[in-house]
């Protein structure tokens, strides 16, 4: 089912991962896909277009997005999906740590979210889908600046969907469980089974669940979606 062909969407952070496992299942429903990473991103192969992109530099999503609508004259979707953890505690996160992390997951989708409304406020129509994280909703012990930064992703979703609505502009968050991704898989054990023991289904979750639930969001499917925060989390919130 190519359900997204004739979309142009630019997906953040695609080089592993849920970004990785987005821009693949996009490009399978028929979008024409940017991926952008400060990471290698061959292994995405030649049907998608790679960028190098540092999204905490508001010039640089200004050349991606502009060389994005230049090459194929539209924006339609945009996913916020670079990001990076940190798990200090609030009593010992050095203030430098703080930045690194708020610069990426925070800052980093104010940016995208500024530079992509440009195209689409223009075209009177778009799907921005940013993701979050459990621990967008919720707290855990330590991670304190990821926890923030979270946090924030989710109130910058709100603000955008309720603010360009009448615009044909959509703005959705996902909020990722445990899911096997480099990330996850880098962790200590005790950490990872904590999540996975508090976790109702007992398991984590693949990147292609994440992706399928970001593409649903970004397609005519949700049309009239706009402002949730959408768990992909094996039942993590509902406890």
């Known amino acids: 089912m ?3 062909t004739g979309r142009v969407a630019l ?17 399978e429903l028929g979008a024409q896909v ?4 400060v990471r290698d991103q061959s292994d995405l192969g030649e049907h998608i277009a790679t960028r190098s992109h540092d999204v905490t530099s508001a010039a640089r999503w200004a050349e991606v997005v502009t060389e994005t609508v230049a090459e194929h004259g539209r924006l339609d979707i945009l996913v916020n999906n670079a990001g990076v953890s940190g798990y200090d505690q609030l009593h010992e996160l050095a203030l430098d740590e ?3 992390i708020v ?5 980093g989708t104010l940016l995208g979210m500024q530079a992509a ?21 919720t707290s855990v012990a330590g991670v304190a600046a990821y926890h923030s930064s979270k946090h924030a992703v989710l109130t910058m979703t709100k603000n955008a969907a309720v603010t360009y609505a009448r615009e044909g502009i959509r703005a959705n968050a996902v909020l990722p ?16 089974e904590a999540f996975l023991d508090a976790t109702p289904m007992g398991t984590g979750g693949d990147p292609e669940d994440v992706a399928d639930a970001v593409c649903f969001l970004a397609s005519d499917r949700a049309r009239f979606i706009t402002g ?4 992909v989390d094996g039942g993590y919130l509902a406890r």
Not at 34 to 37: C, E, K, M, Q, S
Not at 117 to 137: D, E, F, H, T, Y
Not at 177 to 192: A, E, F, M, S, V
């Open 2 to 4: 190519d359900y997204l």
């Open 11 to 27: 997906v953040t952070g695609a080089a592993q991962g849920i970004g990785y496992a987005v821009a693949t299942r996009l490009a």
């Open 34 to 37: 940017v991926a952008t990473d």
């Open 98 to 100: 703080w930045r690194r």
């Open 103 to 107: 610069a990426i997951n925070q800052t």
């Open 117 to 137: 409304l440009r195209p689409m406020r223009a075209q009177r129509s778009g799907a921005i889908v940013n993701i979050s994280s459990i621990c967008g909703a």
């Open 177 to 192: 469980g445990w899911i096997r991704t480099p990330l996850t898989l880098g962790q200590t054990d005790d950490l990872n």
């Open 228 to 231: 949730v925060d959408l768990p």
